[in-house]
């Protein structure tokens, strides 16, 4: 493969000694364990045992440095590891929050107590976390957050309510953004910190947020008074609001912006290829698809190889994310459309089952971690353009 080539497809012999990998163990564990791929895996499909050998077998926590247990490698090879495990459809959800932004917020901004009690938890796969940023009259508009912590002997007193916890109800934790200092209409994202809070903890409570297909993932979360101490404090008092904005980068950018919808696509298009005749336009259609996937990929890529560089691409991350997340959805019509040319051919019904968990999970596609209308803003604003 030209060397150009393999760098914008992060294929690079390091990478794809690393890709084969862990296909190897994917093919051995799914063969062992009997877990089926689904689409949306990483909000959806909670597995702890898999998260647990995935973190055995080494490819858990990539970027955490050695020392705390993980695996030492570049954001690249993280890239790599998530995309395959996104294509696999394997049952990610436990660790994935944990994995893809408490890992990076503990090494920018922990103390080296929560990372020598938490990073080696994380590479293992098994501490399992939530973000407790959105409130019922705060998503978009993170900074008109009213939850709030208040100093008390030790600690503080948490009070407020989350929404839209994804996981929380199985979580070890959740990081909190709460208010600690008052409101300042002139600087509206000045006075916030995060906690690390335990989901144990007394005063908390956890209610579920039942989807309309029975689905349990998301929860309202209530802090009632809740102590914690100031071993909770993740980073600096009053300095949340940019940590939480530095972290968004590696929640915005990532693989998972393209490849919700991956396991049903690959499926139809194996489904396709058995079909005798097949319509020249279905033929053209699956190259479109095809197509824009690597165009995405190789955007998303090249975000990670700014990551990887120490930079902050806040607004490239923010671009993936509209372009990736709006493919995601209009891949699920698409696909929809090319079922309907597989008529020849057995095998129908498991890629019948994931595009129906495909339409019912399509509209949350743009709305997680920041919906693109307001990611639209965040672009214009970094362009100077408001
Ligand atoms: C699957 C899923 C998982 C989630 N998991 C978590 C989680 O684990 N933790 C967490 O904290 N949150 C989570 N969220 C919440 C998510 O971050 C919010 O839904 C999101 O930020 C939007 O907030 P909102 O739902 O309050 O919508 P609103 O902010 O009320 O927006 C409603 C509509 O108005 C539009 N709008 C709002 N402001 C503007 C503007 N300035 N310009 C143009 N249009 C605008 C929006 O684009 C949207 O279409 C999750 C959401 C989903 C769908």
Redesign the pocket.
């Known amino acids: 493969m030209n060397a150009d080539f393999a760098t914008l497809c992060a294929n690079e012999p390091e990478l794809a000694t690393l890709r084969a990998s862990l296909r190897a163990f994917l093919f051995a564990d799914r063969d062992e364990f009997g877990w089926q791929p689904t689409v949306d895996a990483w ?1 959806s499909s909670w597995d702890e045992g898999f998260s647990a050998r995935l973190g055995d077998a080494g490819f858990l926590g990539m970027t955490i440095p050695g020392e705390y247990g993980g695996q030492g490698r570049s954001h690249l090879h993280r890239y790599v590891v998530t995309e395959e495990l996104l294509v696999a459809g394997a049952p990610v959800a436990a660790h994935w ?1 944990a994995d893809r932004q408490v890992a990076p917020g503990l090494l920018a901004y922990g103390s080296e107590e929560q990372r020598q009690r938490l990073l080696p938890r994380i590479a293992a796969g098994r501490c399992f976390s ?5 409130e ?1 009259q ?5 900074a008109a957050s009213s939850a709030k912590a208040t100093k008390t002997a030790g600690g503080w007193l948490l009070s407020g309510t ?7 109800h199985l979580a070890h934790q959740i990081v909190v953004l709460a208010r600690t200092g008052p409101v300042d209409p002139q600087r509206r994202h000045a006075g916030f910190s995060q906690f690390i809070v335990p989901t144990h903890s007394p005063g908390t409570t956890i209610s579920p947020i039942v989807m309309m297909s029975g689905e349990h ?2 929860n309202e979360v209530s802090f009632d008074e809740v102590f914690v101490d100031d071993a909770t404090v993740l980073g600096e008092i009053g300095a949340g609001w940019h940590q939480v904005t530095a972290e968004l980068s590696f929640e915005r950018s990532g693989p998972e912006r393209i490849l919700s919808t991956a396991p049903v696509l690959t499926a139809l298009v194996r489904l396709l290829a058995a079909q005798d005749d097949l319509d020249d336009h279905a033929a053209a259609a699956v190259g479109d698809l095809l197509a824009r996937v690597i165009s995405l990929r190789q955007l998303s890529v090249s975000v990670a190889r700014a990551l990887a560089a120490g930079q902050a691409p806040v607004n490239e991350a923010a671009l993936v994310k509209d372009l990736g997340t709006r493919f995601e959805q209009e891949s699920v019509e698409l696909a929809a459309d090319l079922f309907s040319y597989a008529t020849q051919v057995p095998g129908r019904e498991p890629v019948a089952a994931l595009l129906d968990i495909a339409r019912l ?1 399509s ?2 596609f743009t ?8 990611l ?2 965040v672009v214009a604003r970094g362009m100077g353009l408001r």
Do not use: Q
Request: zero cysteines; charged letters at 15%.
């Open positions: 909000l929050i939530s973000i407790g940023m959105s019922p705060a998503g978009s508009d993170l989350k929404v839209w916890t994804s996981g929380a993932h998301f999970h509209p949350l709305l997680r971690g920041g919906t693109n209308e307001v639209r803003g």
